[in-house]
């Protein structure tokens, strides 16, 4: 069965520092991989995506990601943290034609000043 | 362009009540998801529909959980009778057909008492 792990619930880090949240998956078959980023009381956005093409994803507000099938992984980095970066960041995967969206557990990121 | 809609944002009911959630998608979406997210955890799908019809039903709990699509465009999700494990918040979300990329609601926020 596909499954998404995500290492630590909760990241803490300095306002300026290095934000690096992990995210490892199983799958028999190459996914689509995704961040989304979720704010207190709000839906998820896309943060962004992997389908094809160039392994490391440039997304929204300064967020990269590098996909290393080698070591099924798909880590979210942003090289300077930010306090409106504090949300719960989701990796998901995508396995099959049904385009069924497979959530790993969330990692709080908190950004202390 | 308007995003994904969902009502009421936050619901309070007793246990044994029933209970509706309504969404509303992005215009020209003929996928629609309901995921249903646990607190502390990834959201998991319930449903998806393709227009009107329901193509993977597999996670929802027929028992007690419905959900409709008329017409291709608003959804509906219900649950009767509503359990205290109930409590959770209902996403929506939509795509074009065969898009990876869904576009979530804000979610309706159930409290079961």
């Avoid at chain 1, 880090?13 to 290095?18: I, N």
């Avoid at chain 1, 090289?79 to 960041?89: G, I, N, V």
């Avoid at chain 2, 409709?68 to 959770?88: F, H, M, N, W, Y």
Wanted: aromatic share 12%; net charge neutral.
């Amino acid at each position: 069965a596909q499954s998404v792990t995500q290492l630590g619930s909760h990241v803490s880090v300095s306002e300026g520092a290095l934000v690096l949240l992990r995210c490892n998956y199983s799958s028999s078959v190459p996914p689509y991989l995704f961040w989304y980023v979720q704010y207190p009381n709000q839906g998820l956005q896309l943060l962004l995506k992997y389908t094809t093409g160039a392994t490391l994803v440039k997304g929204i507000n300064g967020f990269e990601a590098e996909f290393k099938k080698s070591e099924t992984s798909f880590h979210l980095t942003k090289p300077s943290a930010h306090m409106s970066d504090a949300a719960e960041y989701f990796c998901a995967v995508i396995v099959d034609s049904s385009y069924k969206l497979i959530f790993g557990s969330g990692t709080r990121l908190l950004v202390r000043p | 362009e308007a995003g994904v809609v969902q009502s009421p944002r936050y619901k309070i009911i007793e246990k044994k009540q029933p209970v509706a959630f309504w969404c509303n998608p992005i215009s020209g979406h003929n996928t629609l998801y309901w995921y249903l997210q646990n607190l502390g955890q990834g959201p998991e799908l319930l449903i998806r529909y393709e227009n009107e019809e329901a193509v993977d039903d597999s996670q929802l709990p027929k028992d007690r959980f419905s959900a409709e699509r008329l017409k291709g465009v608003d959804s509906t999700l219900k649950i009767q009778p509503a359990e205290l494990g109930d409590s959770a918040v209902y996403l929506c979300a939509s795509s074009r057909r065969e898009d990876t990329e869904a576009f979530f609601g804000q979610g309706t926020r159930l409290t079961v008492v």
